[in-house]
């Protein structure tokens, strides 16, 4: 599967957003984005363009914005999910460009000049789950399977076998927690 690199950057936008909501990592976690500064933080992160003065309205909307892109990767089929995509998409007054900015080849921006942050991420975002569904690869938006955590993903594997956010933590958590069971029940 091709992803572009916009596409891509997008799709690890969307993960990052749902992964700050307080159920992201553990019932009762604190959510991550806890005021202006916060957001500022995210932005920056991913290099969101264009990005202006942020405030308490802004992080409201985002909020606002992530529990809609959560729904997205609920849906129990396409046409849900669809139908989901077409509405947060039209929200965001999608109005595709072409542009080569800060050293990037030519990539297509889905946000009106001088939107939001919520009406950038909202079309930018949303367009790359789109470009999932109408691949037919839905079902490479996961929810992380180790216990205790629910941080999303978007498993983008040769052969869409990937269960965990990261190999490196829950991934290897759960390895080695068979791993020692192993050698206990075999000294027993």
Known sequence: ??????????LD????????APE????GSPDALTDPAALREFTARHAIS????LDDADLAAV??????????FAAPDDRN????????????????????HDGY???VHYF?????VAHHLAADCGMALAFLVVAGERERLRRCEAPGCRHTFVDLSRNRSRRYCSSRTCGNRLHVAAYRARQREAAD
């Open 1 to 10: 599967m091709m992803i572009t690199h916009d596409t891509r950057c997008a």
């Open 13 to 20: 936008a969307v993960v990052d957003l749902l992964n700050t």
């Open 24 to 27: 992201g990592e553990a019932p």
């Open 50 to 53: 264009g990005v202006g003065a």
């Open 63 to 72: 909020r606002a914005l992530r529990t809609r892109f959560a729904e997205v």
């Open 81 to 100: 999910a669809a139908e989901l995509l077409n509405t947060l998409i039209t929200s965001a007054g999608t109005t595709p460009q072409l542009t080569d």
């Open 105 to 107: 080849d030519w990539h």
């Open 112 to 116: 009106a000049p001088g939107a939001s």
